[in-house]
């Protein structure tokens, strides 16, 4: 296990006051948690412009399951990459509308360029690809 550095961090009062509103509207109990969770952020930020990295994160999308043939051009792209998806979970938001949740695991460029497909059939409504990490480079 590393061993816990100390440092310190100077700028205005003014921007410290605002980021102590913000840490403690989000519940953290200092600002070390804080400052902790902003570099994880960036890294994981990293991991994903790097094309070839391994990384993880779900594509959301919101469709009207009624639109012709959208199921099936959905399912085919996920077919076609099957390697990328590790689950898959479909809600029915009322009778029209589904939501459904991928969860995606593989390189940055590859689940990126599925997401967009995805998210760009005609009939989507709404998609949004999320980003996170394998974890395996955050400590």
Do not use: P
């Not at 969770?37 to 959301?60: F, M, P």
């Not at 390697?83 to 990126?112: I, M, P, Q, W």
């Amino acid at each position: 296990m590393d061993e816990l550095v100390r440092f310190g961090i100077s700028m205005k009062e003014s921007l410290l006051n605002k980021f102590d509103d913000l840490i403690a509207n989000k519940g953290y109990s200092n600002r070390s948690e804080a400052i902790r969770d902003l570099i994880r952020n960036r890294l994981v930020e990293n991991e994903w412009e790097d094309e070839k990295k391994e990384v993880a994160g779900t594509v959301t999308l919101i469709y009207d399951h009624h639109s012709s043939g959208l199921s099936d051009k959905l399912n085919t792209i996920q077919h076609d990459a099957h390697h990328l998806f590790l689950s898959t979970t479909h809600v029915h938001l009322d009778h029209h509308n589904c939501l459904e949740v991928l969860v995606v695991k593989g390189k940055a460029g590859e689940v990126r360029s599925i997401a967009e497909r995805l998210i760009g059939v005609k009939g989507v409504k709404h998609g949004k690809l999320t980003i996170t990490s394998t974890g395996k480079n955050l400590d």
